[in-house]
């Protein structure tokens, strides 16, 4: 009787195993890299997802230094999606670049952030003193956080800085501080209204 539970035992653990195997071997097999590290400058959002697809991105998570929001959803456009200035991201989710992102928020300006209408707020972040998963019409995991709250990202990172918003220096030297690795950074030159 107990042997038979054990083999049962056993032969589940590793159903379990090769399951998570499989999993995180699909995960790794759907992203892409660029080879080498890469800041680019652009003079319009949209130009950053021409720096990724040249590079062959794919399957990313971005890091996103930038107002929100920065997905406006589909109602920029009727048919197949048209990359525009205001649907960078959405396009670039649609085209599987991005799939997961850490929009940052000035710590000064979180409290305000949590208050604004266009803010929906999913559920806390545990572990993060200030880190919230927000909705958005794509489904795709999308974690607010501010500089001081966001963690260490194991994994390499698109990042996106909008320089009229953010000190790209001080974006840089966050990532920097927290060991976050970056295979290209896009800077848009943007303006601060």
């Known amino acids: 009787m107990y042997r038979h539970k054990t083999a049962c035992s056993l032969a589940a653990t590793a159903f379990l195993a090769t399951v998570v195997a499989a999993v995180v071997h699909h995960g790794t097999v759907n992203r892409s890299f660029a080879p080498g590290k890469e800041t680019v400058s652009v ?13 062959q991105v794919k399957g990313r ?4 230094f930038d107002r929100y929001p920065h997905m406006r959803g589909r109602f920029n456009y009727q048919g197949e999606p048209q990359l525009q200035t205001s649907n960078l991201v959405e396009f670039s989710i649609f085209k599987n670049v991005i799939r997961k992102i850490y929009f940052i928020v000035p710590d000064d300006a979180w409290e305000d952030f949590l208050h604004e209408k266009t803010t929906k707020q999913v559920k806390p972040i545990p572990g993060l003193t200030r880190g919230i998963s927000l909705y958005n019409l794509n489904g795709l995991p999308m974690v607010a956080t501010t500089p001081s709250s966001l963690p260490h990202i194991p994994e390499q990172v698109l990042v996106y800085i909008n320089a009229g918003v953010f000190d790209a220096r001080q974006a840089q030297e966050l990532l920097t501080r927290k060991a976050i690795d970056s295979d290209i950074t896009v800077i848009f030159q943007g303006n601060r209204k």
């Open 61 to 64: 998570t971005l890091v996103l």
């Open 43 to 55: 003079a319009a959002p949209e130009q950053a997802y021409d720096v990724w697809r040249q590079k």
